[in-house]
Nanobody, 125 residues
Framework: QVQLVESGGGLVQAGGSLRLSCAASGSTFTSYAMGWFRQAPGKEREFVAAIRWSAGRTDYANSVKGRFTISRDNVKNTLYLQMNSLKPEDTAVYYC??????????????????WGPGTQVTVSS
């Protein structure tokens, strides 16, 4: 059974940086797509970034492109989200997600089967 556990959230001032981690276990993730989503209070969960575990191909939401970087460590089985130049509108619970697929980078939450419990990121102005 795939398990995902996020860490690294917290409180940061606008303009600051945080790095989120997602420890993945329970499978070999070679043929997985991994993603980060976020959900702010009163809003729907939205796509942030995704990566093909083996090839490293990435995709980003326009709102974070150039500020956030998704990456993975194959040895540690860990997914990362480096967040720079943070804005108050980045405040949300951030979720790690995974799905087995032969190709492609999904962007919708419905396309990901496995989810972590989430970690809170709060950006103060």
């Amino acid at each position: 059974q795939v398990q995902l556990v996020e860490s690294g959230g917290g409180l940061v001032q606008a303009g600051g940086s945080l790095r989120l981690s997602c420890a993945a276990s329970g499978s070999t993730f070679t043929s997985y797509a991994m993603g980060w989503f976020r959900q702010a209070p009163g809003k729907e969960r939205e796509f942030v970034a995704a990566i093909r575990w083996s090839a490293g191909r990435t995709d980003y939401a326009n709102s974070v492109k150039g500020r956030f970087t998704i990456s993975r460590d194959n040895v540690k089985n860990t997914l990362y989200l480096q967040m720079n130049s943070l804005k108050p509108e980045d405040t949300a619970v951030y979720y790690c997600a995974a799905d087995w697929r032969a190709y492609g980078l999904p962007r919708t939450s419905e396309e990901f089967r496995y989810w972590g419990p989430g970690t809170q990121v709060t950006v103060s102005s």
